[in-house]
């Protein structure tokens, strides 16, 4: 990772394309990043502004603008809720201007790879003379909106659709360029999106099946089936079976044409992809995309930088995430991009793992000493990263999914 000096940006999340900019005041240092919105173009000179920001807290500031918006944009952060709709907050009147539409950003990271975003999801593309390759399609809407912009600004249709992993809010609307693309994934996608089996409703959505007849119709679902309903019902029958409930709402992912097991390098144009399994981690079929060339690489879900792990860190092992973290370390790439949240360095990925090691060991202490889930929730403060995003809600939710983890 060349020198260790690393950033974070968090860019064009909070404001239409307005950038807001963070690094840690230690580790700053200038980039020249384009970024451009549906309707406007700027160059941005971070350090400006980041200077700016150190007389206060960036981190508090940022939180702060999070706190603002609507619970679902929070909740939306790794496949659990659909693509927020921002509600205005119950208190304020109705606002008179048009809806807002989602925040979408173009922001060149390296040579020809490219960061798109959309509100709090991003995907990755890097632009060859033979074609694009691009990582996530986020979903049909955004894919039509990026489809729209690639070929306005680079002329190149999109070649390969190489997926992170099959979580609905990443994998939906590939179909946008199935004329054009190839689509790969671990091979573990393939079970993930196969047909709905024969199953009962689980536990807790047979309370919401009011008429008793082992199926959700819309008038019964709630919360997430209700939001993605349509992407729940994969035979488009106008009910949710327990099979179509435990597949998730992944009905708008278009499956692989090609799957590996380990490790697959793609080439197109001159240029290389590499993409490998790094292991079970928040899902089966996890990939990670290393560009060699720009000593980068893209992370979804199991890796966030500057930011708390999502809640009860489903799905959890810690000799596996751990490892699989210290994998990506292993690449000592210069830039590494998540699916959520700031882009950073190598650097951030070991701190990320080392919160992990830390909140494990301190849970681990206090389970020995006899300490209730609720006393470590109050005691293992963690507060070496209270600057991090989501610290406030997602801390205490961290130490519940590590006590789970510790005491299975
Ligand atoms: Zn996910």
Sequence with gaps: MGDG???LLRMAELGYGEPVLIARPWRTRLLTIMIRTANRASLVQPGARLFESQKENPMKRNLLSLSTLPLVLILVACGAAPEPTPEPAAEAPAPVAEPEGPTRTIVNITGDLYRAQNNNHATVFLVTEEGI????????????????EMETRFDQPVRYVLYSHSDFDHASGGEVFADTAEFVGHENMLEALAEPSEMALPADVAELDANGNGEIEPAEAAGNLENNFSL????????????????GPVSDVYPPTETYADRLTIELGGKRVEMFHPGPAHSANMSVLHFPDESAAFVVDFISL??????????????????????????????VIPGHGVVGGTADVAEHRQYFEELH????????????????QASVTMDAYSGWLNYEQWRPLNVEGMYAFLTQ
Excluded: C, K
Aim: no cysteine; charged share 25%.
């Design 133 to 148: 390759i691009m990582s996530d399609p986020i979903n049909r809407d955004f894919a039509t909106w990026l489809r729209g």
């Design 306 to 335: 500057g930011r708390l792990p999502f809640q009860t860190l489903n799905g959890y092992d810690h000799d596996v995430w751990t490892g699989e973290m210290r994998a990506v370390e292993a690449l000592g790439a210069e830039y």
């Design 232 to 247: 729940f019902d994969a035979n488009g029958d106008g009910m949710l079976s327990g099979g179509e409930v435990a597949r």
């Design 5 to 7: 000096e690393t950033r």
């Design 361 to 376: 060991d301190a849970v681990a202490e206090g389970i020995a000493a006899g300490a209730s889930l609720e006393e470590l």
